[in-house]
């Protein structure tokens, strides 16, 4: 049967994803290694692309561990933002097997960059241009793909920093290439003080409660990420 690629960011999002028909790819929160990655990957055996994973929270009404379930992915061309829709058939599907999830689960536009958005004055700006409500570094790779080989695309992503909350300098250097967690590279900016540790205290907290949503709606959606066959 054909698969559904789940495109990710970090090691743990491809490993929330995987499951029967479903093939995670990830590159470690590099969308350049991201893009190379899958150029490689021929598309004959693929039927739908879904981004799936953790983001920064652009919507100050968004808590940790609130879900946002695509309407289009925003992208900086250089020129400005353009935005792409997601499929509107896995939108409705995704919307009706999360629906238990309540009021932490919105439908509302990605933003997609090249580089995390740190500080939520960055945060603010992203939102006033784009209105989306939630970033990451996968969607907007994902929706190009998808668009080019006339693939179905859709996103799902939990909020992990909220829109008010600054990202600490060393989280942009804190993942190995396989997208694991870089502990040394933590410990290191802890020792020479470019890390505090009420910053990763706060961080572990939105963290863990976004891999846990992630965790639930992930269960929610069943067999091949919830898309119908």
């Known amino acids: 049967m054909a698969a559904i690629l789940a495109v990710a960011g970090l090691a743990r999002e491809a490993r929330i994803a995987a499951g ?23 598309t ?25 379930v695509a309407e289009a992915v925003w992208a900086d061309t250089g020129a400005g933002f353009s935005r792409r829709p997601t ?42 241009r784009t209105g989306a409500a939630a970033v990451d570094m996968e969607s907007q790779v994902a929706a190009a793909f998808a668009a080019a080989h006339g693939l179905p695309f859709a996103a799902i992503r939990v909020v992990c920093d909220p829109a008010e909350r600054a990202l600490p300098a060393f989280a942009a250097n804190a993942l190995k290439p396989n997208g694991d967690p ?33 965790g639930r709606a992930r269960a ?10």
């Open 87 to 128: 499929s509107a058939i896995l939108l409705a599907g995704f919307r009706r097997r999360l629906s238990a999830l309540g009021s932490r689960m919105v439908v509302a536009d990605l933003a997609g960059v090249e580089a995390a958005v740190m500080s939520p004055e960055g945060k603010a700006a992203l939102r006033a």
């Open 182 to 214: 870089d502990v040394l590279a933590v410990l290191s900016a802890l020792a020479r003080r470019e890390a505090k540790v009420g910053e990763l205290v706060r961080l572990a907290r939105d963290s863990g409660e976004a891999f846990r949503s992630l």
């Open 20 to 42: 029967p028909g479903v093939e995670p790819v990830q590159a470690g929160g590099r969308p350049d290694r991201l893009r190379a990655m899958l150029a490689e990957r021929p």
């Open 44 to 68: 004959d055996d693929v039927r739908a692309v879904v981004s799936f994973g953790i983001a920064g929270g652009l919507d100050p009404a968004l808590a940790p561990g609130d879900v946002v």
């Open 220 to 229: 929610l959606l069943g067999l091949a990420l919830g898309v119908d066959a």
